[in-house]
């Protein structure tokens, strides 16, 4: 035992992202760049460590969702480029460039408003123009409208420079004849790259529009870089695993605390929704909401305790929860794995009701991060 942990930790096994990194990289031709997304901390496994590693291992690109995450990793002496996926107004321009900070631009005002932010500074601001192609979210509008004349005269704007252009997918991840919509985004997508470049007289370097799913099912989308985001971290993001072979990087786990014998009629925790129908042994295992346990998940967790499935009882409280350990032989300082490499996130976010995604991304600051290999 660590003081690590001592109570509730997550596990990230580098050698699985490592894995991951390197099975998809080995479905790339010559010279497609590979762009780690790492926002949202690494969807939760730590942002820095897993830069450092996709770093070591030749990865071309990062990507972040804002500004403070893109400085964090500059604090940390990550020098690869960084791609900021969601907005950062313009007044911050200047940050931006000085610290060698790509931005996604999907409107010709907001292009402008960094252009004007940069006057008189000497400074350049790289940009990767966002075109929306069906997700109905951002960007300039691909298909109809006059949004790609926009984007052609941002272009041209002095002080931005124009390195690449991108568009995201919605349903790649899908089941059959759900992500055929894929295929009129990426048609879109081209269309609307070409016009830009043909209208400003010149080209994007690079073009990228492969997240997850893309990288699975749709090898015709890899051009000139990859964008995967879950599955660098061993989540497949649909029911479709393709060819690849994935292995999670994030196991979630906590030590049993107290284990208390109760007679039938007691009932466990809040809402007295949990109630004991014969003499039983119950667990406190110090992991809650707080700590990113989904109270969603109340009276419907199983978790793993040294190859014992058992069950969780009772609402799942802030800092702990209650499992129905009668019939095994569980004590305190076991250690209990809620989700990971024996218990899959996959199948612990359909009880909660949401995706693995979300059961990352939830594992709370106060929860140390154990680095593997």
């Known amino acids: ?49 897993v830069s450092r590693l996709l770093a070591g291992l030749g990865c071309e690109y990062l990507a972040v969702a804002c500004l403070d995450e893109a ?4 604090r940390a002496g990550i020098k690869l480029p960084i791609l900021i996926l969601g907005y950062t ?47 109905g979210r951002t960007g300039f509008r691909a298909y109809g ?25 919605c349903v790649s991840d899908g089941d059959e004849g759900v992500r055929d919509f894929t295929w009129t985004q990426l048609e879109r997508f081209k269309t609307g790259f070409q016009a830009i470049e043909a209208q400003a007289g010149k080209a994007f370097q690079i073009h990228h529009c492969t997240n997850s799913g893309a990288m699975i099912a749709f090898p015709e989308t890899y051009m000139d870089m990859v964008r995967p985001g879950v599955a660098l971290y061993g989540v497949y993001p649909g029911t479709d695993r393709g060819d690849l072979d994935l292995v999670p990087a994030m196991s979630l786990k906590s030590r049993v605390a107290y284990v208390e014998d109760h007679q039938p009629g007691d009932t466990i925790s809040y809402g007295r929704t949990f109630t004991v129908e014969k003499p039983s042994r119950i667990a406190v295992l110090p992991i809650g909401y707080a700590d990113g346990l989904h109270r969603a998940l109340s009276n419907k967790l ?54 693995h995604y979300e059961l990352f991304c939830a594992v709370s600051p106060r929860v140390p991060r154990i680095y593997v290999q």
Request: proline fraction near 3%.
């Open 1 to 49: 035992m660590t003081d690590e942990t001592k109570r509730t930790w997550a596990e990230i096994d580098l050698g699985a992202i490592e894995h991951n990194y390197r099975a998809m990289r080995a479905k790339l031709a010559p010279g497609t760049r590979f762009l780690g997304v790492v926002k949202a901390n690494a969807y939760g496994h730590g942002a820095v460590q």
């Open 71 to 74: 400085l964090e990793l500059r």
């Open 89 to 135: 107004p313009p007044q911050y321009a200047v940050t931006l460039a000085e610290n060698d900070v790509t931005q996604a631009v999907g409107s010709f005002a907001v292009a402008e408003a960094l252009n004007e932010a940069l006057a008189g500074t000497g400074l350049t601001l790289k940009v990767h123009f966002k075109l929306e192609t069906g997700m």
């Open 145 to 169: 409208g006059t949004a790609l004349a926009d984007a052609a005269k941002a272009m041209a704007l002095p002080r931005l420079e124009p390195e690449g252009v991108f568009t995201h997918f």
């Open 302 to 355: 199983t978790v793993d305790i040294g190859g014992q499935k058992v069950r969780q009882a009772g609402r799942i409280c802030m800092d702990m929860c209650m499992l129905d350990v009668t019939g095994t032989d569980v004590k305190s300082g076991d250690v209990a794995e809620i989700f990971g490499k024996v218990m899959p996130a996959g199948e612990v976010a359909d009880l909660a009701g949401t995706i």
